[in-house]
């Protein structure tokens, strides 16, 4: 079964420090591999988006990283803003397949 | 540029009633894709059209049935509603083949 595993589930920060986020994904053959930030009780926003050739891609302060070979993923937030808070999602999209599989999300939370 | 359109926004329906919900793709996209997103959760994919056709379905029962029409907007219509078919309900477009954008949902309660 396809499966799109994030960490942590939430996240608290200190408005301009760094964070990492994880996505684990079990999803074969593999497509791509998206971010999305979804504010609450919003649709999801695309922040980037990684083919299986590409292994890193910036947005801004938003760098995402992809290793194809051991099905991970990470999203680095740099300088962070209270703005940034909201749920990060990691989106997989197999070979073939027209279906997005999403992780749960990791949501961030930035304090002054 | 308008992106991705969803009427309505907010909708309380009763159990075992019907509902029909509706979107309009972002220009240039031919491509609607439907996600049921229940609170705390992720979306899981309900079904894609593409020349009004039904390209790929999700595991949903078949109370959920879509359309689309040949301007590339799309309904999805729900049928006997449950308690549990409470959720955000998101439609996404895209141009054949990459890039979904998603519209900003209409949260469905049902009581």
């Known amino acids: 079964k396809n499966q799109v595993e994030q960490s942590p589930q939430s996240l608290i920060i200190l408005e301009g420090k760094n964070c990492t986020l994880q996505?684990?994904?079990?999803?074969?053959?593999?497509?791509?591999l998206r971010w999305y930030k979804q504010d609450t009780g919003r649709g999801p926003v695309s922040l980037t988006i990684?083919?299986?050739?590409?292994n890193t891609k910036s947005n801004g302060r938003y760098t995402a990283t992809l290793d194809a070979d051991t099905k991970q993923s990470s999203l680095h937030i740099t300088s962070s803003q209270l703005s940034d808070s909201a749920s990060y999602i990691c989106?997989?999209?197999?070979?073939?397949?027209?279906?997005?599989?999403f992780g749960k999300g990791t949501k961030l939370s930035v304090i002054p | 540029d308008a992106g991705v359109t969803q009427s309505p926004t907010h909708l309380i329906k009763t159990r075992g009633q019907q509902v029909t919900l509706r979107c309009s793709p972002k220009s240039g996209h031919d491509t609607v894709s439907w996600y049921q997103q229940a609170l705390g959760q992720g979306p899981q994919f309900i079904f894609q059209?593409?020349?009004?056709?039904?390209?790929q379905r999700g595991n949903f029962p078949d109370r959920f049935s879509g359309h689309q029409f040949p301007n590339y907007s799309s309904e999805l219509n729900v049928n006997a509603l449950l308690l549990g078919d409470s959720a955000l309900y998101l439609c996404?477009?895209?141009?054949?083949?990459?890039?979904?954008?998603f519209g900003s949902g209409t949260r469905l309660t049902v009581v």
């Open positions: 989106v997989v999209s197999g070979a073939g397949s027209y279906q997005l599989t």
């Open positions: 996505c684990n994904y079990t999803v074969s053959p593999f497509s791509n």
């Open positions: 996404a477009s895209s141009p054949t083949g990459y890039g979904y954008t």
């Open positions: 990684m083919t299986f050739s590409e």
């Open positions: 059209y593409y020349e009004e056709e039904e390209r």
